[in-house]
């Protein structure tokens, strides 16, 4: 498996990128395993002296070592993405060892002290995302919610709104089909699939390379649709400036207590299908404060994006964010 | 606890992400220490980071398979929840994020800690 771009563990796909279709890696082994004259043994060094007692002969060397080596090794692909890919090599080394032998080869354990979030090389791209955003006074904004609330339909409906007014650009994240994008490109505005295959959210190295194909819109607003989903979304940071989480009022009042990580990473909360509601038992009052146990700072907007009641109000969210974002370096 | 899950796949989905971005820091970590093997690991997990252990532990040995760090033992150390509760102005421990404040019973709080997921040490040789 590619450690890095996924490929072959869960076909992550960036549209036009090379990961459309499947490859594979082929390299000549001197170029890469640029070590290779110690590859097996990586420079450590194992003998296998024995002690003999004094008086016996020495019993021939016949003992089993196993090993297990690993080094990574990174390649650029013509289309500029590089990849690192790790390697393991197992050995055995089979000898015995008379009744009196020692192996030198047992290595006492030692501890390594790491203090690393999990998620660091995520973050430390999602941080390198984040300054390209700021730099470009980009207003990145991370949708997430459940699958089926109205998230493209919503998008759709906001980018028909915004029109020419200025540059804007949608990632789309889901795990099958491009079908999301062409919602979106058919409103005129640059869009790319990012199909995740079986991963369940968008991370920053698939932002990073889909904006590399997508461009920034600069001065404008990138919207990142992520994959339906209110769990993981919400430990991968993007590099986003805010994240939006999108609720339907067909869903249940106690989303926000059951994915309540998702709620308390979000700076507002967009309940859709508003129009729905004299149709409903659906307690809106209490999808609000549930949302507020969990994140008291909460911003919420109630819409319909088919009906239209509501739009103005996050026209006018968005058309605030965009300019806090332009009027700071 | 016994929790009972109708779809196994899906909830699990999310340690399967963490178990592979935890053995890209592993092997990183190990390169740099010169290290050949693994033999333990010690994670920090607070209790509002939404990480199942059990999920966890069963996506590491997946993930770990074939690596340095084939056959370590995994340590998981829980983090406990921290907030602020702004109805009695201080800082309180909680196990779920929608817990009231053990003090006052008020509903408005800060989170502050617990939503660790950290690698603090390993064990190698």
């Given amino acids: 498996m590619c450690a890095v771009c996924g490929c072959g563990q869960g076909e992550k796909q960036v549209e036009n990128l090379h990961h459309l279709q499947p490859h594979d890696h082929p390299h000549k082994p001197e170029e890469l395993h640029a070590n290779s004259a110690n590859a097996h043994h990586n420079g450590d060094e194992h003998d296998h002296t024995r002690t003999v007692a004094e008086g016996r002969a020495p019993v021939d060397a016949d003992h089993r070592h196993d090993h297990q080596h690993w080094h990574e090794h990174t390649h650029t692909h013509a289309d500029c993405t590089t990849h690192a890919h790790p390697h393991s090599h197992a050995h055995g080394h089979v000898h015995d060892h008379g009744p009196d032998a020692v192996s030198a080869g047992a290595v006492a354990a030692r501890l390594v002290t790491v203090e690393q979030d999990i998620l660091a090389r995520n973050d430390a791209i999602a941080m390198e995302n984040r300054r390209a955003f700021q730099a470009a006074r980009t207003l990145a904004l991370n949708l997430v919610s459940s699958p089926g609330s109205g998230k493209t339909t919503l998008l759709v409906e906001t980018l028909k709104r915004i029109g020419t007014s200025y540059p804007v650009a949608v990632i789309e994240g889901d795990q099958e089909t491009t079908s999301d994008a062409d919602r979106i490109r058919a409103t005129g505005v640059s869009a790319i699939q990012v199909n995740t295959g079986k991963g369940c959210h968008l991370d920053a190295e698939l932002i990073r390379a889909a904006m590399t194909r997508l461009g920034i819109a600069s001065s404008g607003i990138l919207f990142i649709e992520n994959v339906g989903n209110l769990v993981c979304p919400a430990s991968f940071d993007l590099g986003e400036a805010q994240k939006v989480v999108i609720v339907s009022v067909t869903e249940g009042e106690d989303k926000p207590l059951k994915y309540s990580g998702m709620f308390a990473a979000s700076a507002l909360m967009v309940v859709t299908k508003c129009d729905l509601l004299p149709h409903l038992d659906f307690d809106l009052d209490r999808l609000v404060d549930n949302a507020r146990r969990v994140n008291p700072s909460i911003g919420v907007l109630k819409l319909s994006a088919k009906s239209g009641d509501g739009m103005d109000r996050w026209m006018h969210w968005l058309d605030t964010a965009r300019a806090l974002r332009l009027a700071v370096d | ?125």
Avoid: N, W
Avoid at chain 2, 85 to 101: G, K, Q
């Fill in chain 2, 1 to 125: 606890m016994i929790q009972l899950r109708l779809s196994p796949g899906l909830p699990a989905m999310h340690e399967v992400s963490l178990a592979m971005a935890l053995m890209d820091l592993v092997c990183a970590q190990a390169t740099a220490a010169g290290a050949s093997r693994v033999t333990r690991l010690v994670l920090e997990i607070g209790v509002l980071s939404h990480v199942d252990a059990h999920a966890l532990r069963f996506a590491f040995d997946s993930a770990a398979s074939g690596s340095p760090a084939d056959g370590a033992v995994l340590e998981i150390r829980q983090i406990v929840g921290t907030t602020y509760c702004l109805d009695c102005e201080a800082s309180v421990t909680i196990i779920t994020r929608d817990a009231p404040c053990p003090r006052c019973g008020g509903v408005k709080l800060l989170a502050q800690g617990g939503d660790e997921m950290r690698l603090k040490e390993m064990e190698v040789v």
